[in-house]
């Protein structure tokens, strides 16, 4: 399984891929943080960060931590826009929950193991 993105997500990191001549690509990590444990970050890079990150080339460069594929494994990236406000979505396959305001999620005990 890969990291997939819809277009529209893929669209919206082109674009921010545009802004910045250097970059590379972006980055897909997880940050222990929030009321359920995890959030995802994704952040336009300049250089390869961690040089066993896994690279999916969707024609925009995605890596991923290597360390937190397995609980990535399978996940789609959104964008999405509700009147003025515009945001990614993930839509990951091994959540077993998330927080009231969405911005973090748990996952199964599996994971936490791998």
Do not use: W
Not at 55 to 67: L, P
């Amino acid at each position: 399984m890969s990291i997939r993105l819809t277009e529209s997500a893929m669209s919206q990191i082109q674009k921010e891929i545009n802004k910045q001549p250097e970059a590379i690509g972006v980055r897909l990590h997880l940050q222990t943080a929030g009321c359920s444990g995890y959030m995802y970050r994704l952040n336009v890079i300049h250089q390869v960060v961690d040089p066993n990150d896994l690279c999916f080339d969707h024609g925009i460069k995605i890596y991923v931590a290597q360390e937190d594929y397995p609980i990535l494994q399978g996940t789609q990236i959104d964008f999405v826009r509700d009147g003025l406000n515009s945001i990614f979505k993930y839509k990951n396959p091994n959540e077993t929950g998330s927080c009231g305001c969405g911005e973090s999620f748990t996952i199964n005990e599996e994971f936490k193991h791998a």
